[in-house]
């Protein structure tokens, strides 16, 4: 059993996805030890709690600079003995010793295809309605793990959706989630819980 932790911001419906998978048996070799929220009130506690997965709690207001709320975030994973890392609507980046510690052990789900729309400045409902600016006929999300740059590291699974006429950025965001983020991070994560993910040379090789 992988022991993982999910580190959330606010209302954690990729958390409920995984713990859905969790519930149904998907999940076999991954064992949810943590929730870990940056924010005091997210409903992705209210989350964790419902389904009995102890939770804590750091904020970045409580420290100086980027690099110590790293190391904080990190003295709780090691508490814990976290082996693998969802950043799941994780909404600060994190200095690259945390990329480092969990080198192809950190995923991330994006909102986006990368490399369109993701990067410094691109989160939440930001990412569609650039998408939407920009008149892109798809868009999707993306599962990729966690490298020193933000949205760049090696990419594990894409799925797209099409935009239709009246898309507002909270209605694509919702088809987005619906259709993309919450199937396919529960499956990266029993990928790599069962040792199926490889990278080399930056490309992930998926063995099934
Ligand atoms: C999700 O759409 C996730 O992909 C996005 O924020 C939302 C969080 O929702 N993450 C990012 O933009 C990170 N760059 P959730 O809290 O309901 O899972």
């Given at each position: 059993m992988m022991r993982v932790?999910?580190?959330?911001?606010?209302?954690?419906?990729?958390?409920?996805?995984?713990?859905?998978a969790k519930a149904r048996g998907e999940l076999p070799q991954t064992?949810?030890?943590?929730v870990l929220s940056s924010a005091h009130g997210a409903y992705a506690?209210?989350?964790?709690?419902?389904?009995g997965v102890p939770s804590e709690v750091c904020?970045?207001?409580?420290y100086a600079d980027r690099s110590a709320y790293t190391d904080a975030i990190l003295e709780i994973l090691q508490k814990h003995r976290i082996e693998a890392v969802v950043l799941a609507g994780f909404m600060f980046m994190l200095s690259p010793q945390f990329?480092?510690?969990?080198?192809n052990r950190a995923l991330n789900v994006h909102?986006?295809?990368?490399?369109?729309?993701?990067?410094?400045?691109?989160?939440?409902?930001?990412?569609h309605e650039y998408a939407l600016a920009a008149g892109v006929k798809v868009s999707g999300a993306t599962v990729h793990f966690v490298t020193a740059e933000t949205d760049a590291g090696p990419i594990i699974a894409q799925k797209a959706v099409e935009i239709l006429e009246d898309d507002t950025p909270e209605v694509l965001q919702r088809r987005?989630?619906?259709?993309?983020?919450?199937?396919?991070?529960?499956?990266?994560?029993?990928?790599?819980?069962?040792?199926?993910?490889t990278v080399e040379n930056g490309r992930v090789h998926i063995d099934n």
């Open positions: 932790a999910v580190l959330v911001s606010g209302g954690g419906s990729n958390l409920q996805a995984i713990l859905d064992e949810l030890c943590l506690l209210e989350r964790a709690e419902k389904a904020s970045p207001k409580d990329a480092e510690k969990y080198e909102p986006a295809l990368i490399p369109s729309f993701c990067g410094p400045g691109y989160y939440g409902l930001k990412v987005i989630m619906e259709q993309c983020e919450w199937i396919l991070l529960p499956r990266a994560l029993a990928l790599l819980s069962e040792g199926k993910i």
